[in-house]
């Protein structure tokens, strides 16, 4: 019998990737690929060395994880990479990470079809 939660995931990431979602480009050192990522947000919460808490709030991009191919090679998201999000006239440069010993991607579902990636906004650029 067929796993009707994954059916179910699969119906809701095609209509997620279908209407939800803007052209970026992923970039890795030369490496470049154009994916389709739904925007998204995380909030962190982070105690520094007095026991503060800050929030520090991530720019996420939804990625498919089957659409993330850098060199003919699947690849997962990692520190130090780039998005470029151009809206109208301004390309939004954004740079994967993650605070403290945060991962810099999650799984967004139990059956790994997509990436969530945070990231931090780092430049502006004209487009």
């Known amino acids: 019998m067929a796993d009707l939660l994954e059916q179910g995931m699969t119906f809701l990431d095609e209509k997620r990737h279908e209407y939800m979602t803007r052209t970026v480009v992923y970039e890795r050192d030369a490496s470049s690929v154009e994916v389709q990522a739904t925007l998204g947000e995380t909030t962190f919460e982070q105690a520094d060395d007095f026991g503060?808490?800050?929030?520090?709030?991530?720019?996420?991009?939804?990625?498919?994880?089957?659409?993330?191919?850098?060199?003919?090679?699947?690849?997962?998201?990692?520190?130090?990479?780039?998005?470029?999000?151009?809206?109208?006239?301004?390309?939004?440069?954004?740079?994967?990470?993650?605070?403290?010993?945060?991962?810099?991607?999650?799984?967004?579902?139990?059956?790994?079809?997509?990436?969530?990636?945070?990231?931090?906004?780092?430049?502006t650029e004209s487009a």
């Open 52 to 123: 503060i808490v800050q929030k520090i709030e991530s720019r996420d991009f939804i990625v498919r994880t089957g659409d993330l191919v850098l060199d003919d090679q699947p690849a997962l998201p990692k520190s130090g990479d780039r998005i470029r999000d151009t809206d109208g006239e301004q390309v939004f440069i954004y740079e994967v990470s993650a605070p403290g010993s945060e991962p810099p991607f999650r799984y967004s579902d139990p059956y790994r079809k997509a990436f969530r990636i945070h990231t931090k906004h780092i430049a």
